[in-house]
């Protein structure tokens, strides 16, 4: 292992827990669990592109409608949503 490695490791655990940009972009680490408990969500997205995923899955179609695709459902965590 080469002090770059090392220096690389470091950074990455001591700004693990922010993923994104300085600029307040990306998103917190920790939040990601909340969506694999089964409970509702403690944090709802802030940042996102309404027009991205809904977008795409309506230009397709086949994939909107196929089994293996979650519906965006508010304040559920995806553990919720597949018990569903």
Not at 32 to 61: H, I, K, M, R, V
Request: with cysteine; proline share 4%; glycine share 8%.
């Amino acid at each position: 292992m080469t002090q770059q490695d090392v220096a690389y490791i470091t950074e990455f655990l001591q700004n693990f827990d922010r993923v994104g940009g300085k600029d307040g972009g990306g998103f917190v680490m920790e939040q990601l669990g909340q969506y694999l408990a089964d409970e509702p969500l403690s944090a709802e997205p802030t940042n996102e592109d309404p027009d991205s995923w809904e977008a795409f899955l309506e230009e397709n179609a086949c994939l909107e409608s196929h089994s293996a695709i979650l519906k965006r459902a508010a304040g559920t965590s995806l553990v919720q949503q597949f018990k569903v």
